[in-house]
């Protein structure tokens, strides 16, 4: 029996967070239904997971990261990958605002509890600071974490920025009332220098993650060039801030997704 939790439209999301989030290098609350406004907004089940249950019979694939595979609301693009594969199910395996050392902490506790047949590890923003200071621990946590995560697959990360836009004033899409288009920048900071900052720290993040991929013999979907993005015509597409998808982009992320993974999911 699942418990219902209900919150007005304009509940602050850190006390919505209180609720759902047991305890971030755990998991969420099981067996909760979240509901806002009088929708339900998501599920979790009693793995600490968002979602449903596992479905007997399936092979399961859990995907571990922060918010950009938490996702908003539900369906996410995790729960569209279902309707690509007829024999697998995918389990979400994020939580919004965890750094590394937590996903691959959660991620290790909970293959040795259940039984996964595949692993993706989105290794995630988290946390946010300069390039330089914290990416060598960075690379250090995720080396040792692929050791107790089997059969894993790493992925780098996508953003909306890239370095057409890095020098471009991007206000006009910050202030549009048109949600399709407006973009947040980085904690509503859209000044070249702090996008320049953050596109640094991404490429270099993902270099580390290609690198200890290559070095790990683990394979690797480079999201980033999946879903890179050229110009100041299209950079807030699919995104909208630096670092998360738009909801109306997850069937478009599903299908890219489900591309790269079907080599590996016979």
């Given at each position: 029996?699942?418990?219902?939790?209900?919150?007005?439209?304009?509940?602050?999301?850190?006390?919505?967070?209180?609720?759902?989030?047991?305890?971030?290098?755990?998991?969420?609350?099981?067996n909760l239904i979240v509901v806002v406004a009088g929708r339900k907004w998501f599920e979790t089940n009693s793995w600490g997971?968002?979602?449903?249950?596992?479905?007997?019979?399936?092979k399961l694939v859990a995907i571990w990261g922060d918010s950009v595979v938490f996702g908003m609301g539900s369906p996410t693009?995790?729960?569209?990958?279902?309707?690509?594969?007829?024999?697998?199910?995918?389990?979400?395996?994020?939580?919004?605002?965890?750094?590394?050392?937590?996903?691959?902490e959660r991620a290790i506790r909970v293959n040795r509890e259940h039984a996964i047949d595949v692993n993706v590890l989105f290794?995630?923003?988290?946390?946010?600071?300069?390039?330089?200071?914290?990416?060598?621990?960075?690379?250090?946590?995720?080396?040792?974490?692929?050791?107790?995560?089997?059969?894993?697959?790493?992925?780098?990360?996508?953003?909306?920025?890239?370095?057409?836009?890095?020098?471009?004033?991007?206000?006009?899409?910050?202030?549009?009332?048109?949600?399709?288009?407006?973009?947040?920048?980085?904690?509503?900071?859209?000044?070249?220098?702090?996008?320049?900052?953050?596109?640094?720290?991404?490429?270099?993040?993902?270099?580390?993650?290609?690198?200890?991929?290559?070095?790990?013999?683990?394979?690797?979907?480079?999201?980033?060039?999946?879903?890179?993005?050229?110009?100041?015509?299209?950079?807030?597409?699919?995104?909208?801030?630096?670092?998360?998808?738009?909801?109306?982009?997850?069937?478009?992320?599903?299908?890219?997704?489900?591309?790269?993974?079907?080599?590996?999911?016979?």
């Open positions: 029996m699942k418990e219902v939790i209900e919150f007005s439209a304009n509940e602050p999301h850190a006390t919505m967070q209180s609720f759902y989030i047991k305890d971030r290098r755990i998991g969420l609350t099981p997971l968002k979602g449903p249950e596992p479905e007997p019979g399936k693009w995790v729960d569209l990958l279902n309707e690509h594969f007829e024999h697998y199910q995918f389990l979400n395996g994020g939580i919004e605002g965890n750094p590394v050392d937590y996903i691959i290794p995630g923003w988290h946390p946010s600071s300069p390039v330089g200071s914290v990416n060598t621990t960075f690379e250090k946590v995720l080396r040792e974490g692929l050791e107790k995560i089997p059969n894993c697959i790493l992925s780098t990360l996508p953003t909306a920025l890239n370095e057409y836009i890095l020098d471009a004033d991007l206000a006009p899409f910050h202030t549009t009332a048109d949600p399709r288009i407006k973009f947040h920048g980085y904690a509503g900071d859209l000044s070249p220098s702090t996008m320049r900052s953050v596109y640094e720290r991404i490429l270099e993040r993902n270099a580390i993650i290609r690198r200890v991929a290559q070095e790990r013999e683990v394979p690797l979907f480079d999201w980033f060039a999946a879903m890179r993005t050229t110009s100041l015509e299209d950079f807030h597409k699919d995104f909208y801030d630096p670092a998360h998808p738009r909801q109306q982009s997850y069937a478009k992320i599903a299908q890219i997704w489900a591309e790269a993974l079907r080599p590996y999911l016979r």
